[in-house]
């Protein structure tokens, strides 16, 4: 059984981009909104490249979020939002978002 995580509704990403609170590290954004689940969005904008590149940004986020996903103690909607690089990496993502739930006492 798998626990769908994702943020799909746009309903659901026009409250957390309206109402949430934001978080900045090096290379993500974070914008977090108090829910009654844990999802989380992704949203790359064609500014990081053609379709192929920005999925593949989607899929290290994706997973770097489903790393964290057991040391949550609340429940919010999540939208990340990766800045502009040359370069992608899982371990640059994880380290980021370790920083930004740390910093916003999350886990």
Avoid: W
Avoid at 4 to 16: G, P, Q
């Amino acid at each position: 059984m798998t626990f769908d995580y994702r943020l799909k509704k746009e309903k659901d990403f026009n409250l957390v981009f309206n109402k949430g609170k934001r978080l900045y590290s090096s290379c993500l954004t974070v914008i977090y909104f108090p829910s009654k689940e844990i999802k989380a969005g992704f949203a790359v904008s064609k500014k990081h490249g053609s379709s192929v590149k920005r999925n593949r940004i989607k899929r290290l986020l994706r997973e770097s979020f489903r790393s964290f996903l057991p040391e949550f103690g609340q429940n919010f909607f999540f939208v990340f939002i990766p800045k502009v690089n040359n370069e992608y990496t899982l371990d640059e993502f994880k380290k980021n978002m370790g920083y930004l739930f740390k910093k916003g006492g999350f886990i």
